[in-house]
C-alpha cells in the first residue's frame, strides 16, 4: 500500500539536468577535456564535489582541495546563471497536475534532490508548495547511491519505506532507492535504470493506477 511518492527533481520535474551537464561540459573542456553525454550518465544524482571527481578521474587529473573547491564553485556558478533564465513553464508538461493530484488521493509528497540548488530551482519554477517534506543536498552527509536521502525524505513524511516509491533519471538515484527498501520509477531510457521496477521515457506517463500497483 503505496503512503508517499518521492520525486527526484534534476530531470524528473525538470530539466535542469540538461543545464548540470552543459555546465559540467563546460568545465570539463577548460581541463582540456571532452565530456561525453554517456560520461555524463555517470554525474546524474551525484552530489556536486563526487561528481567533479569522476571527472578528474576520467580525466587522469589530480587537483588538491582547494583547486577541486575552486572550480566546483566556478561550475555551479554557470549551473545558476542557466538556473536562473528558467521560466516556470519549463516543468516536464503534467508534472504539477501529477504532484496535486497524487496528494488529492491522500498520498504524501516529497522532493529528495542531492542538488544544494534544489531549493532555488523549487521557488523558480513555483512548487515549492508542492511538496511535505523537501530533502536537499545540503542536509545529507552521504550521496546517492546511499539510502539516505530517502530514508530522511521518508522519515520527515512520518512513512515507513516500503510505502514510498521514488522517481528517478539517475543510476545512483535507482540503487539508492532500492537500498532504501523503496518500490522505484525510472524516468528514462530502460538500458540505463534496468534496476527499477518500472521504466517511463516521461514522468507524467505513469499512470496512477500503475503507481499503486507496484
Ligand atoms: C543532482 C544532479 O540532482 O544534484 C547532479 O543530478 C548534481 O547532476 C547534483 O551534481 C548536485 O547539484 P548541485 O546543484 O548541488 O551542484
Ligand atoms: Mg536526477
Known amino acids: 500500500m503505496i503512503k508517499a511518492v518521492i520525486f527526484d527533481l534534476d530531470g524528473v520535474i525538470?530539466?535542469?539536468?540538461?543545464?548540470?551537464?552543459?555546465?559540467?561540459?563546460?568545465?570539463?573542456?577548460?581541463?582540456?577535456?571532452d565530456l561525453t553525454i554517456e560520461q555524463n550518465e555517470l554525474l546524474k544524482g551525484v552530489r556536486r564535489m563526487r561528481s567533479l571527481e569522476i571527472i578528474l578521474e576520467l580525466g587522469g587529473i589530480s587537483l588538491n582541495e582547494s583547486e577541486k573547491e575552486r572550480i566546483a564553485n566556478k561550475k555551479n556558478g554557470w549551473f545558476v546563471e542557466y538556473v536562473d533564465q528558467m521560466k516556470p513553464d519549463e516543468i516536464f508538461?503534467?508534472?504539477?497536475?501529477?504532484?496535486?493530484?497524487?496528494?488529492?488521493?491522500?498520498?504524501?509528497?516529497?522532493l529528495a534532490s542531492s542538488s544544494k540548488n534544489a531549493p532555488r530551482?523549487?521557488?523558480?519554477?513555483?512548487?515549492?508548495?508542492?511538496?511535505?517534506?523537501?530533502?536537499?543536498?545540503?542536509?545529507?552527509?552521504?550521496?546517492?547511491?546511499?539510502?539516505?536521502i530517502f530514508l530522511l525524505a521518508a522519515s520527515k513524511l512520518g512513512v515507513a519505506p516500503a510505502a514510498c516509491v521514488v522517481f528517478e533519471d539517475a543510476e545512483a538515484g535507482v540503487e539508492a532507492a532500492?537500498?532504501?527498501?523503496?518500490?522505484?520509477?525510472?524516468?528514462?531510457?530502460?538500458?540505463?535504470?534496468?534496476?527499477?521496477?518500472?521504466?517511463?521515457?516521461?514522468?507524467?506517463?505513469?499512470?496512477?493506477?500503475?503507481?499503486v500497483k507496484l
Open 178 to 211: 532500492i537500498a532504501a527498501g523503496m518500490k522505484c520509477v525510472g524516468v528514462g531510457s530502460l538500458e540505463q535504470l534496468n534496476k527499477a521496477n518500472i521504466v517511463v521515457a516521461k514522468t507524467a506517463d505513469l499512470k496512477f493506477d500503475q503507481l
Open 14 to 33: 525538470v530539466d535542469t539536468a540538461h543545464y548540470h551537464y552543459l555546465a559540467w561540459k563546460r568545465l570539463a573542456k577548460e581541463l582540456g577535456m
Open 121 to 148: 530551482v523549487i521557488e523558480l519554477l513555483k512548487i515549492e508548495n508542492e511538496f511535505d517534506a523537501v530533502v536537499d543536498g545540503t542536509m545529507i552527509v552521504h550521496t546517492k547511491p546511499d539510502p539516505e
Open 93 to 110: 508538461p503534467g508534472v504539477k497536475e501529477m504532484l496535486k493530484s497524487i496528494r488529492a488521493k491522500g498520498i504524501k509528497v516529497a
